[in-house]
């Protein structure tokens, strides 16, 4: 995609530094450089250059780059001058090559040069997002898996996909096309045959976002439970500061609490809610509601109960509130039992019938660390090699695609309908295009895009 104007950025941090670099991209790039440097420098070669003004007179001098299409980031003319790092100095720059004659020439918007590269195929929609990811990375962790994802890691599995999708949609349409021809073998068979591939890759793909994935978004983490059983005092422990009022009245939090912190390395949304119960309080009952809403949008639920309890009792509410969320799609469930300083009890991790409980003090601190410990181990347990980074928006259209295809599935065994059938395929195909940005819309490009620092 050749595009008229040419866009220019400075692409190191402003401010004062060793080296302040400059980016130019587009159709007017080697005017550019006759303007600036005098000539066009020798193409993926460091130069020793001098930078001119329009009298010819020496602005700086440093290293200039020259990146001929198509073998450049953008995929277009690239040209890339170092000089020193005084804002003053870049600045100059800067008007010296907006201002040239006859150059339809401008100031890059935000990830402007990323979308020059993902416009002209030189990466897809997620090596764009990964490159915005490695630069936000606070852990090391995240830094690896937007590494993996820019390299392609994550991208070679929804390609695989939607390679084995366009084959079944491929003698799918050949068939209507072909519809009055004899066909010599079980059409039946075939597509049953091909929706049992698609759905095995589909669960494998599940399962290596669910497993080898890193969520960019902070792990959603809530914190739930009848009133008066600690949630707010442990939400206050974990954030280390009184985030949220403590009282010994039933229904203090109302409305739902949001505090960010970071838990051995990983990048954490703490939610406190409003304590799960019946009320005929007005605004007691909105605040439940929105508990629930949190419940059914999160990565881990921390049911807190009063340890001082009955077991029986405590075994009776753990087993009933997972009944209540069976049908919810949430990754990890950890019953925490909460007072244990007013049992003296056993301090730490125990497993019934599968279900995880944690008992800790939210008033001493006993048990916190190992609380700490047990959130983040998913997260460092996964394979450091193979991680790779998946935004929401990913997760959701790999969703969106299988639920599509079990619906195109239960609709071929009830009516038979091969151009039924061809339209969810179809349909399937551009919701995993999504993904990379084979299908895609201007909003979802200016949306994603627009997260990007200037310079990118």
Same mark, same amino acid.
Not at 25 to 53: C, E, M, W
Not at 110 to 122: V, Y
Not at 210 to 233: D, F, Q, T
Not at 414 to 435: Q, T
């Given at each position: 995609?050749? #595009?008229?104007?040419?866009?220019?950025?400075?692409?190191?941090?402003?401010?004062?530094?060793?080296?302040?670099?400059?980016?130019?991209s587009g159709?007017?790039?080697?005017?550019?450089?006759?303007?600036?440097?005098?000539?066009? +420098?020798?193409?993926?070669?460091?130069?020793?250059?001098?930078?001119?003004?329009?009298?010819?007179?020496?602005?700086?001098?440093?290293?200039?780059?020259?990146f001929?299409? +198509?073998?450049?980031?953008?995929?277009?003319?690239?040209?890339?001058?170092?000089?020193?790092?005084?804002?003053?100095?870049?600045?100059?720059?800067?008007? #010296?090559?907006?201002?040239?004659?006859?150059?339809?020439?401008?100031?890059?918007?935000?990830?402007?040069?990323?979308?020059?590269?993902?416009?002209?195929?030189?990466?897809? !929609?997620?090596?764009?997002?990964?490159?915005?990811? !490695?630069?936000?990375?606070?852990?090391?962790?995240?830094?690896?898996?937007?590494?993996?994802?820019?390299?392609?890691?994550?991208?070679?599995?929804?390609?695989?996909?939607?390679?084995?999708?366009?084959?079944?949609?491929?003698?799918?349409?050949?068939?209507?096309?072909?519809?009055?021809?004899?066909?010599?073998?079980?059409?039946?068979?075939?597509?049953?045959?091909?929706?049992?591939?698609?759905?095995?890759?589909?669960?494998?793909?599940?399962?290596?976002?669910?497993?080898?994935?890193?969520?960019?978004?902070? $792990?959603?983490?809530?914190?739930?439970?009848?009133?008066?059983?600690?949630?707010?005092?442990?939400?206050?422990?974990?954030?280390?500061?009184?985030?949220?009022?403590?009282?010994?009245? +039933?229904?203090?939090?109302?409305? %739902?609490?949001?505090?960010?912190?970071?838990?051995?390395?990983?990048?954490?949304?703490?939610?406190?809610?409003?304590?799960?119960?019946e009320?005929?309080? $007005?605004?007691?009952?909105?605040?439940?509601q929105?508990?629930?809403?949190?419940?059914?949008?999160s990565?881990?639920?921390?049911?807190?109960m009063?340890?001082?309890?009955?077991?029986?009792?405590?075994?009776?509410?753990?087993?009933?509130?997972?009944?209540?969320?069976?049908s919810?799609?949430?990754?990890? %469930?950890?019953?925490?039992?909460? $007072?244990?300083?007013? %049992?003296?009890?056993?301090?730490?991790?125990?497993?019934?019938?599968?279900?995880?409980?944690?008992?800790?003090?939210?008033?001493?601190?006993?048990?916190?660390?190992?609380? $700490?410990?047990?959130?983040?181990?998913?997260?460092?347990?996964?394979?450091?090699?193979?991680?790779?980074?998946?935004?929401?928006?990913?997760?959701?259209?790999?969703?969106?695609?299988?639920?599509?295809?079990?619906?195109?599935?239960?609709?071929w065994?009830?009516?038979?309908?091969?151009?039924?059938?061809?339209?969810?395929?179809?349909?399937?195909?551009?919701?995993?295009?999504?993904?990379?940005g084979?299908?895609?819309?201007?909003?979802?490009?200016?949306?994603?895009?627009?997260?990007?620092?200037?310079?990118?």
């Amino acid at each position: 995609m050749i #595009r008229n104007d040419t866009i220019i950025a400075q692409v190191t941090c402003p401010g004062k530094s060793a080296v302040g670099i400059l980016r130019v991209s587009g159709i007017h790039a080697n005017q550019v450089a006759f303007a600036v440097l005098g000539k066009i +420098p020798k193409p993926r070669f460091a130069t020793y250059s001098k930078f001119f003004d329009e009298s010819k007179k020496v602005l700086d001098e440093g290293i200039s780059l020259w990146f001929p299409a +198509p073998f450049s980031l953008t995929g277009e003319d690239v040209l890339e001058l170092q000089g020193h790092g005084n804002p003053f100095i870049m600045d100059l720059l800067i008007k #010296r090559i907006l201002c040239l004659k006859n150059i339809k020439i401008r100031i890059a918007q935000p990830g402007e040069f990323c979308q020059r590269a993902f416009l002209n195929g030189k990466i897809d !929609l997620i090596q764009a997002e990964a490159i915005d990811d !490695l630069i936000n990375s606070e852990t090391e962790s995240v830094v690896r898996a937007s590494l993996n994802s820019l390299h392609g890691n994550f991208s070679f599995y929804i390609q695989k996909i939607i390679k084995k999708l366009i084959e079944f949609r491929t003698n799918i349409e050949a068939s209507i096309d072909f519809s009055e021809e004899n066909i010599d073998f079980d059409f039946n068979i075939f597509i049953m045959s091909n929706f049992e591939k698609l759905n095995d890759k589909f669960l494998k793909i599940k399962n290596i976002v669910s497993e080898g994935s890193l969520i960019r978004e902070a $792990k959603r983490i809530v914190i739930v439970g009848p009133p008066n059983a600690g949630k707010s005092s442990l939400l206050n422990v974990l954030s280390c500061r009184d985030r949220a009022i403590v009282t010994d009245l +039933p229904g203090t939090t109302r409305d %739902v609490l949001y505090e960010n912190i970071n838990i051995h390395g990983i990048s954490c949304e703490i939610i406190d809610t409003a304590g799960l119960r019946e009320t005929e309080d $007005k605004i007691e009952k909105i605040g439940i509601q929105r508990s629930w809403e949190m419940i059914k949008n999160s990565d881990h639920v921390l049911y807190v109960m009063d340890k001082t309890i009955s077991l029986e009792d405590q075994k009776k509410t753990s087993i009933q509130f997972m009944k209540q969320i069976s049908s919810y799609n949430i990754q990890e %469930v950890t019953f925490v039992l909460n $007072k244990n300083d007013l %049992v003296e009890d056993f301090c730490g991790i125990t497993k019934i019938e599968n279900l995880l409980f944690i008992s800790i003090s939210a008033l001493t601190g006993q048990g916190i660390d190992i609380l $700490k410990k047990h959130l983040s181990n998913r997260q460092k347990n996964k394979s450091q090699e193979g991680l790779f980074i998946a935004r929401r928006r990913h997760i959701h259209q790999i969703d969106l695609s299988y639920c599509e295809l079990l619906k195109a599935q239960k609709n071929w065994l009830k009516y038979k309908n091969i151009e039924l059938l061809a339209e969810s395929l179809n349909i399937i195909n551009k919701l995993l295009g999504e993904i990379t940005g084979e299908f895609t819309s201007s909003d979802l490009l200016k949306r994603i895009f627009s997260t990007f620092c200037i310079g990118k």
